[in-house]
């Protein structure tokens, strides 16, 4: 007898045509998740099962597993070597402080000689007999037993199912720049282009000295709590000082956050066609601020068309975005007070309606090639 985990993959993208390479991926994230650990993990009679484990770590390897995007549930199982009798001792064993339960056979062994029903019912009678408490209750149950009879002569018996992120599995969707303030909105941003299969690579802008050096590690220390859930971040520190001030002596001051986002979207789609990203990632939200009017996202957008922009976050509640940022353990380091690039120099009045040509005519005034590439030459990488 030992103590094992079962692990539930999506139902989804397992019935397409890519299954096996859908499979494949999130296995090989799964072994990578498991690496700092003493363990096996295999796939055997269509189950997914770590074992051979240090059950101090249990605890430890559920939590990486839940961050595994593409695995749904997982369930602490006790495996046995398929015997009627040390079944029902399991069974019998068994105290619940629930109302309702119900038992499950599986028996993928068919050679197992009673029935799915009726054992069902059996093991039913012994759980009765041991918690007087309990009703039996198909449909509406607290508890279900989990009896999983499997081909190979080894059975799984279960009571918990423990949730699991879903999404996609990492690296299935090719590859994202997410623009990376200090804010709340962008990692969860980038947490959400992931769940759906997309790795990450990450850009800030900064605008050091305006900025400080603390302001820079708490990006960082960002990008390293998303790793937890994105996998490894190649960061790419750029500076945008230079930018802000030819901005600031140039164009309408009303027009700096407009040229800016602008300035910081052709940048960010020299960098994404160079790193094999195929998406830039923001956290706009619509209406949040001037800069976020579909006005101005219309002209961020077009200030490049090389590269499409996703924006998860554009229709989500300020609280639902805290809520997953609390979760992802983004958000008490998103909240330090640390200054952002856009607060340098930030206008009075920005313009909330910009147009496409009054955008373009402001941003003729800065030798824009020049300074982009100026920053693209100096930019730093961590890698994370
Ligand atoms: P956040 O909480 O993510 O900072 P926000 O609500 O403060 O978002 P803005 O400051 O307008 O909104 O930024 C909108 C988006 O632009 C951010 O979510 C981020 O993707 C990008 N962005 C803003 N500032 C920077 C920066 N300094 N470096 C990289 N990206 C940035
Ligand atoms: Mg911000």
């Known amino acids: 007898m030992k103590r094992v985990i079962l692990l539930r993959f999506g139902e989804l ?49 559920i939590e990486k597993l839940q961050k595994v995007f593409g695995l749904v549930s ?110 709340i909105d962008s990692p969860v941003a980038g947490y959400m282009m992931s769940k759906r299969g997309m790795a990450i690579e990450a850009i800030h802008f900064h605008s050091f000295p305006y900025t400080s050096e603390l302001a820079k590690q708490k990006v960082i220390k960002l990008a390293k709590i998303m790793t937890n859930y994105c996998g490894n971040i190649k960061l790419y520190m750029c500076p945008f000082t230079k930018i802000q001030e030819e ?7 009303e027009f700096m956050i407009t040229i800016m986002r602008r300035i910081m979207m052709k940048i960010a789609a ?6 094999n990203c195929k998406a830039i990632i923001t956290g706009e939200n619509l209406g949040q601020v001037a800069s976020q009017t579909v006005e101005s996202i219309t002209v961020t957008n077009f200030s490049q068309t090389n590269v499409p922009i996703f924006r998860p976050l554009i229709a989500f509640d300020k609280k639902d975005i805290i809520n997953i940022s609390r979760k992802i353990g983004t958000y008490e ?52």
């Open 13 to 61: 993208y397992l019935k397409g045509k890519n299954r096996g390479y859908f499979e494949k991926v999130l296995m090989s994230n799964i072994k990578t998740s498991l690496m700092q650990f003493k363990c096996k993990f295999y796939k055997v009679t269509g189950r997914y099962i770590v074992s051979d484990y240090d059950e101090m770590d249990e605890s430890l390897i």
């Open 74 to 183: 997982l369930s602490v199982a006790t495996e046995i070597e398929t015997d009627i009798d040390e079944i029902k001792n399991i069974i019998k064993s068994l105290k619940f402080d629930c109302k309702f339960f119900r038992v499950s056979v599986n028996r993928a062994d068919k050679t197992f000689p009673i029935k799915s029903n009726a054992f069902e019912k059996e093991l039913g009678g012994l759980i009765l007999n041991n918690n007087s408490n309990l009703k039996v209750n198909l449909k509406n149950f607290d508890k279900e037993i989990t009896v999983d009879i499997r081909e190979n002569g080894l059975t799984y018996i279960l009571t918990d199912k423990i949730e699991c992120e879903g999404g996609m599995p990492l690296k299935t969707a090719g590859k994202g720049l997410l623009l990376l303030s200090g804010g």
């Open 247 to 253: 901005i600031h002596k140039h164009c309408a001051p």
């Open 270 to 275: 020299k960098v994404a066609n160079q790193s």
């Open 333 to 384: 380091t998103s909240i330090l007070p640390y200054e952002d690039c856009c607060t340098v120099f930030l206008p009075k009045n920005p313009v909330i309606k910009p147009t496409i040509k009054k955008a373009e005519n402001e941003e003729s005034k800065i030798n824009a090639e020049e300074l982009i590439n100026l920053a693209l030459q100096n930019i730093q990488i961590i890698e994370l």
